[in-house]
């Protein structure tokens, strides 16, 4: 992985459509493969006799080729080189939790399909593949649910996956016969009035038990294989969002963030943290490491959902991951590390410049 610390001051970013609350930038990794991607055989459409039945991990060709673009069609965002690794397996894994299929890694029929399928396979609002406030601009299968959703809400819309003005519209018109405030953002209320379900509460603080909920808070994260997004977790609200291709200097290129729904370091902690119910602890790492709850503690001391920084100084940090604990004497943590990557559990010692671990009091 590329181990270069990029770092930019905060400032205030913009992205297709509407700004983004807060700068989401400073002090996460950059990067994606190690080394130059190499090149990859011509695509070969999966449903070829060419490419076998199941596409697993192992297979370099052009079967893996087509796979790969697919893939980041639906938001994955990774490397296209033709070689069925870890990386694309994780992707392939965070694609079939997004769209309600058998979660394996494994590419047969029913995920070949929904790969597919026009317009983008339907991802349930409410799940974390779905940004917390989806807005006019977006492409993905989160949009083709909310089609679908206001269709059957009286709206006449093509489902096609594109949030453009007509979804808008009957965004705003289901939102005024609902009692909603019709701003044509679609967050949390919004979302469950078109499920008919209740609003979900916010969060309340648990006392001593914050750090046990952050750490499976950030679990599920895991679980779900949420992509590393630059700037994603820092549209207004907490939680997954599209991200922004201001400063990003990814290996990935064309910069993907602007097109894909995920987390950057700071969004992960940011996210974990509000879901334990403590609140905002700062937009960057910036404000998170300088927020007056937190303070350091030693390795020995931390105790898992503890925060732990990277950087050149506390006055220049560059990431931040969760501390889990120490199995078999080894310090983990869960982090959303780079681009082309997911969230991710990884060693401590997996990132350099080391600043320390911080508790929250």
């Known amino acids: 992985m590329n181990r270069l610390l990029h770092r930019i001051r905060p400032r205030r970013l913009f992205r297709p459509g509407p700004l983004l609350a807060a700068a989401a930038l400073a002090g996460c990794l950059l990067g994606g493969a190690p080394g130059a991607a190499r090149a990859a055989a011509a695509p070969v459409p999966l449903t070829s006799a060419s490419c ?19 893939l980041d069609g639906h938001g994955a965002s990774i490397v296209v080189d033709g070689d069925f690794g870890p990386t694309t397996a994780t992707a392939v894994k965070g694609f079939q939790s997004a769209v309600g299929l058998t979660v394996d890694g ?11 399928a026009s317009p983008t396979a339907a991802v349930r609002l409410t799940s974390p593949h779905c940004a917390v406030v989806i807005r006019q601009g977006e492409r993905d299968g989160c949009t083709t649910e909310l089609q679908r959703l206001l269709n059957g809400r009286g709206a006449s819309l093509t489902v096609d996956g594109d949030f453009g003005p007509a ?3 009957a965004v705003r018109t289901f939102q005024s016969a609902a009692g909603l ?3 044509g953002l679609v967050g949390p209320a919004t979302k469950a009035a078109l499920y008919g379900e209740p609003v979900p509460p916010a969060p309340t603080d648990q006392g001593a038990g914050r750090y046990a909920a952050v750490v499976a808070h950030a679990t599920d994260a895991l679980n779900a294989y949420l ?15 599209i991200g922004t291709c201001g ?5 990935i290129q064309p910069c993907p963030a602007d097109r894909t729904v995920g987390l950057d370091c700071s969004g992960l902690a940011r996210w974990a943290y509000w879901q334990a119910g403590v609140g905002d602890i700062g937009q960057i790492t910036d404000d998170q490491i300088a927020n007056p709850r937190f303070h350091p503690v030693a390795q020995g001391a931390a105790v898992p959902g503890d925060l732990v920084f990277f950087g050149s100084s506390t006055s220049n940090p560059a990431h931040v991951g969760i501390y889990t604990g120490a199995p078999g004497g080894v310090p983990t ?3 959303a590390p780079a681009t082309g990557r997911f969230v991710s559990l990884e060693p401590v010692a997996a990132h350099s410049a080391l600043i320390g ?3 929250y009091s």
């Open 333 to 335: 943590m869960i982090n």
């Open 247 to 251: 400063g990003y200097t990814g290996v």
């Open 52 to 70: 076998p039945a199941v596409l697993a991990e192992g297979e370099r060709d052009g079967c893996v080729t087509e796979l790969q673009n697919l």
């Open 106 to 116: 494994r590419v047969g029929a029913a995920t070949k399909t929904a790969l597919y």
């Open 167 to 169: 979804t808008l519209a």
């Open 181 to 183: 405030g019709a701003d």
């Open 357 to 359: 671990y911080y508790h």
């Open 227 to 241: 992509p590393y997004v630059w700037g994603g977790g820092h549209d207004g609200a907490t939680g997954p969002s």
